[in-house]
């Protein structure tokens, strides 16, 4: 089969959700966005993208866009009555932990998708896009046994086997994880457990986190989430931290989808016909782009952008940091000035291609001085099995 590669953010899709994004910002406006419907896109791959599902249906202040089949939309606005639901979960459970560790004694700082429902609870449209998986939040590093103690007996139990490992490699593990499903919720003491990851963050960022901390009153209580422009530099720092930056190599198609935008690239077999980390790259960048607008809409002039800047100007590790932020300012029309000049389109690409070519190379030497070895010693013991088989 021909290896075939092709531009990023090109496919017809990719290039709707672009218009989908900056809808009622760009110039074509909802013609524009009309015209890239009736294209003849592939629409179940575009309503497997999590991310940007939420949008394709009536938001506030406008209908639903121009070309969109009746059953995408219904999907749609399935997608934001259950984000709505669930969020509204999660609030009932932000509010049960917040007010067990309160009785504790213990502040925590409640961090990514669980301080944005927090602090945008009274707007229905920001409940209805968030996606999120889990509840996360943060505490100092010297009270974390007391919030565990805590938290365990308030009936929250352990998601994975801690029982078996000894309390150094707990603490190394970076967080403590809890339940499971909707009731997941993770207790947090940094945002990285490895001193290479913190170098993507800024510096001293959990102390800044919980010295930003902000008091919202969530029905009738104190929840404490962090200023706007520390969650923003948090969302960025997150997405261009992830680990999955760097699985994004991976060739391998797989049961189901790991991630949220695995579905979106998981369409006509075109990870096996294309490069499938750039594949990967664009699913996820668009999700944080979509992340973004969501983020931003939502706080409109509560953000302090400059605020935010400054606390990113101590990233010290910034490769990924500049792509991400480069393409917020490339391709998401009214996104605050993060970077003092943005390169091109044409350079962030590169840039980005470089960072796959070498996360390729540590993969395979990662699987040939982790996986020769295995084999070796698999097959040596099939062989002494073999010869006392034989000795038998």
Not at 207 to 217: F, T
Not at 344 to 349: A, H, K, P, R, V
Request: contains cysteine; proline residues 5%; hydrophobic residues 40%.
């Amino acid at each position: 089969m021909p290896w075939r590669r092709r531009a990023p953010l090109s496919t017809p899709e990719d290039r709707f959700l672009l218009l989908l994004l900056n809808r009622g910002r760009s110039r074509g406006g909802d013609k524009e966005l009309a015209r890239a419907a009736a294209r003849g896109l592939d629409w179940k791959r575009v309503v497997r993208a999590d991310f940007a599902r939420p949008f394709l249906c009536a938001r506030a202040g406008a209908p639903a866009p121009e070309g969109v089949p009746e059953r995408v939309r219904s999907a749609a606005e399935a997608a934001r009555l259950r984000n709505a639901l669930l969020n509204e979960r999660r609030i009932r459970l932000i509010g049960r932990i917040a007010g067990t560790l309160r009785a504790a004694g213990i502040p925590v700082v409640f961090v990514k998708g669980a301080s944005e429902i927090v602090r945008f609870y009274g707007s229905d449209e920001h409940m209805g896009a968030r996606t999120m998986d889990d509840v996360d939040f943060f505490c100092a590093p010297e009270r974390v046994d007391e919030a565990d103690r805590a938290l365990r007996a308030a009936g929250h139990v352990w998601f994975r086997n801690y029982d078996k490992y000894t309390a150094a490699e707990r603490w190394r593990s970076g967080q403590y994880v809890y339940g499971r499903g909707l009731e997941q919720v993770e207790l947090h003491w940094e945002p990285s457990n490895t001193a290479e990851g913190m170098a993507g963050y800024p510096e001293g960022f959990s102390a800044k986190l919980r010295a930003s901390a902000e008091a919202v009153e969530l029905r009738g209580a104190e929840v404490l989430v962090p200023r706007p422009e520390m969650m923003l530099a948090y969302l960025v720092c997150a997405a261009s931290n992830r680990g999955d930056n760097a699985l994004q190599v991976s060739r391998r198609r797989g049961t189901g989808p790991l991630f949220s935008w695995d579905s979106y690239c998981q369409d006509r077999a075109q990870d096996l016909l294309e490069d499938a980390g750039q594949v990967r790259s664009d699913a996820q960048q668009l999700a944080f782009l979509f992340r973004l607008r969501a983020f931003m809409d939502a706080c409109g002039s509560a953000l302090d952008p400059r605020a935010a800047r400054r606390a990113l100007d101590t990233v010290r590790d910034r490769r990924l940091l500049d792509i991400y932020l480069g393409l917020a300012a490339r391709l998401l029309e009214g996104c605050p000035p993060l970077l003092s000049s943005a390169p091109s389109l044409e350079e962030l690409f590169r840039r980005r291609a470089e960072f796959i070519a070498r996360e390729k190379r540590k993969a395979v030497r990662y699987r040939i001085v982790r996986g020769i070895p295995r084999r070796l010693g698999a097959a040596a013991g099939r062989a002494l099995g073999f010869v006392r088989r034989l000795g038998s």
